[in-house]
């Protein structure tokens, strides 16, 4: 189903058409995590490098489900790592650039790893967040990704803030599909925002998102958690931290986004 909503079609030198799909939505926004999957392919595609390694996207305005053109602008192309610029355009209005940085990864342990490790019960004993959790917000994203929130988050999204500014919990794709640096990219944006966790509900629009890429993830359910540290003047930073089955430190990632203004949603 990704490879679906996130297809392709090259129409000249660097330039490509992609269709995008309104069912990976989050209410009337589509996710921002998705919306960077076919610009990324885009690239993938005119360099020839297998993998993205690194991916900052500035969000310039909100794309809407339906047909749109991506122009990469390659930077740098060499042998064993290349650099380009992409952006989507819609309505003759780009919607998002995005910085990407491609090369080759594999699925050697890391060198060093001193991340903090994500401690967690199994996904059978975590709560999945359902479309319908969020009275009168349709989760639509949630019926192609399998997001569940570790024990002591479970309420934060039907109501009950609890001020951590952190979530937890697994991530895998709903039609089996194993996971790749496409799916990490998905993984990093596709919990509800840490502002839930103080009371600020709805959506929080990402402004810029960048990942990096640091392994091929094994098999399985990947496990995450979010972390923000400071709110200001309307704005609210988010890290993400990714590790597979294996426990091995697959993706890293930072945003910058706005605060909510929507007050705590009704209990389901």
Not at 7 to 20: F, H, K
Not at 50 to 75: C, N, S
């Given at each position: 189903?990704?490879?679906?909503?996130?297809?392709?079609?090259?129409?000249?030198?660097?330039?490509?058409?992609?269709?995008?799909?309104?069912?990976?939505?989050?209410?009337?926004?589509?996710?921002?995590?998705?919306?960077?999957?076919?610009?990324?392919?885009?690239?993938?595609?005119?360099?020839?490098?297998?993998?993205?390694?690194?991916?900052?996207?500035?969000?310039?305005?909100?794309?809407?489900?339906?047909?749109?053109?991506?122009?990469?602008?390659?930077?740098?192309?060499?042998?064993?790592?290349?650099?380009?610029?992409?952006?989507?355009?819609?309505?003759?209005?780009?919607?998002?650039?995005?910085?990407?940085?491609?090369?080759?990864?594999?699925?050697?342990?890391?060198?060093?790893?001193?991340?903090?490790?994500?401690?967690?019960?199994?996904?059978?004993?975590?709560?999945?967040?359902?479309?319908?959790?969020?009275?009168?917000?349709?989760?639509a994203l949630m019926d192609h990704v399998d997001v569940r929130l570790a024990p002591e988050f479970a309420n934060v999204v039907r109501g009950r803030p609890d001020g951590s500014m952190a979530l937890r919990g697994w991530v895998r794709?709903?039609?089996?599909?194993?996971?790749?640096?496409?799916?990490?990219?998905?993984?990093?944006?596709?919990?509800?925002?840490?502002?839930?966790?103080?009371?600020?509900?709805?959506?929080?629009?990402?402004?810029?998102?960048?990942?990096?890429?640091?392994?091929?993830?094994?098999?399985?359910?990947?496990?995450?958690?979010?972390?923000?540290?400071?709110?200001?003047?309307?704005?609210?930073?988010?890290?993400?931290?990714?590790?597979?089955?294996?426990?091995?430190?697959?993706?890293?990632?930072?945003?910058?986004?706005?605060?909510?203004?929507?007050?705590?949603?009704?209990?389901?």
């Amino acid at each position: 189903m990704l490879e679906i909503h996130t297809e392709i079609r090259e129409t000249g030198p660097d330039r490509y058409a992609t269709l995008i799909d309104g069912g990976w939505a989050i209410g009337s926004s589509l996710n921002g995590g998705y919306l960077q999957l076919p610009v990324v392919r885009a690239v993938l595609a005119a360099e020839g490098h297998p993998h993205p390694v690194a991916v900052t996207t500035d969000y310039l305005q909100a794309p809407h489900a339906g047909e749109a053109e991506i122009v990469v602008e390659r930077l740098r192309t060499g042998k064993t790592i290349g650099t380009s610029r992409a952006t989507l355009i819609q309505d003759g209005q780009p919607c998002l650039v995005s910085s990407v940085v491609t090369s080759t990864l594999d699925s050697s342990s890391p060198d060093l790893d001193m991340a903090p490790q994500i401690e967690l019960p199994s996904p059978d004993q975590c709560t999945r967040i359902r479309s319908d959790v969020m009275p009168g917000t349709n989760l639509a994203l949630m019926d192609h990704v399998d997001v569940r929130l570790a024990p002591e988050f479970a309420n934060v999204v039907r109501g009950r803030p609890d001020g951590s500014m952190a979530l937890r919990g697994w991530v895998r794709m709903v039609d089996g599909r194993d996971p790749d640096p496409l799916v990490c990219l998905l993984a990093a944006d596709a919990f509800p925002p840490v502002t839930f966790t103080i009371g600020r509900y709805g959506w929080a629009p990402t402004v810029q998102l960048t990942t990096y890429l640091r392994v091929l993830p094994a098999p399985g359910w990947l496990r995450c958690e979010l972390r923000g540290r400071v709110l200001a003047n309307g704005w609210f930073d988010e890290d993400c931290t990714i590790r597979d089955s294996a426990g091995r430190l697959v993706a890293q990632s930072r945003q910058i986004a706005r605060i909510p203004r929507v007050p705590t949603p009704t209990e389901n």
